[in-house]
T-cell receptor
Framework: EDQVTQSPEALRLQEGESSSLNCSYT??????LFWYRQDPGKGPEFLFT???AGEEKEKERLKATLTKKESFLHITAPKPEDSATYLC????????????FGAGTRLFVKA | DAGVIQSPRHEVTEMGQEVTLRCKLI?????LFWYRQTMMRGLELLIY????????DSGMPEDRFSAKMPNASFSTLKIQPSEPRDSAVYFC????????????FGEGSRLTVL
């Protein structure tokens, strides 16, 4: 069965304290691994897409990496405004492209 | 361009009532996804359409749930009869069918069934 698993469920950091979020996946016919950010009361907002092992993408304090079994979202010197839920998702080719999500990591960054 | 538009944003209803949630896709997108989000289960895929045709409805919980795309830009998700366990935030998202990239989400419809 296709599965996307994220850890930890919640992460509390001090401002400036770098860390990583993990997303492990078992998806047959993977066609893209995605990271989204979700703020309270809002829909998920796209951050990155990774398509092949070894690929990396960066945006401000965030960097996403991909291996054959997992993806990491590295947060360097986070700020309070980085506090949000970060969702990992995988596209699977099922005739269309089905996108399934992990449960998310709730990040809290304290000033 | 306007994003994905969902209505209503909030719905409070009583058990047994019919609920209809609505979604307008981004112009030019022709792939539509309905998700349900709860604290316990996260973001669950209910059903998705390509070119108005349902491709995978394996996530629809039971026969009380139905989804339609009467045209290329609009979709409805109906729950009849509603139950308290249906309380959740329902999101729709759209994407260009020829593109395997990101989904564009609406702001969600928060449903409370008393």
């Amino acid at each position: 069965e296709d599965q996307v698993t994220q850890s930890p469920e919640a992460l509390r950091l001090q401002e400036g304290e770098s860390s990583s979020l993990n997303c492990s996946y078992t998806v047959s016919g993977l066609r893209g691994l995605f990271w989204y950010r979700q703020d309270p009361g809002k829909g998920p907002e796209f951050l990155f897409t990774l398509y092949s092992a070894g690929e990396e993408k960066e945006k401000e304090r965030l960097k996403a990496t991909l291996t054959k079994k997992e993806s990491f979202l590295h947060i360097t010197a986070p700020k309070p405004e980085d506090s949000a839920t970060y969702l990992c998702a995988a596209n699977r080719n099922t005739g269309g492209f089905k996108t399934i999500f992990g449960a998310g990591t709730r990040l809290f960054v304290k000033a | 361009d306007a994003g994905v538009i969902q209505s209503p944003r909030h719905e409070v209803t009583e058990m047994g009532q019919e609920v209809t949630l609505r979604c307008k896709l981004i112009s030019g997108h022709n792939s539509l996804f309905w998700y349900r989000q709860t604290m316990m289960r996260g973001l669950e895929l209910l059903i998705y359409f390509n070119n108005n045709v349902p491709i995978d409805d394996s996530g629809m919980p039971e026969d009380r749930f139905s989804a339609k795309m009467p045209n290329a830009s609009f979709s409805t998700l109906k729950i009849q009869p509603s139950e308290p366990r249906d309380s959740a935030v329902y999101f729709c998202a759209s994407r260009d069918i020829g593109y395997t990239g990101e989904l564009f989400f609406g702001e969600g419809s928060r449903l409370t069934v008393l």
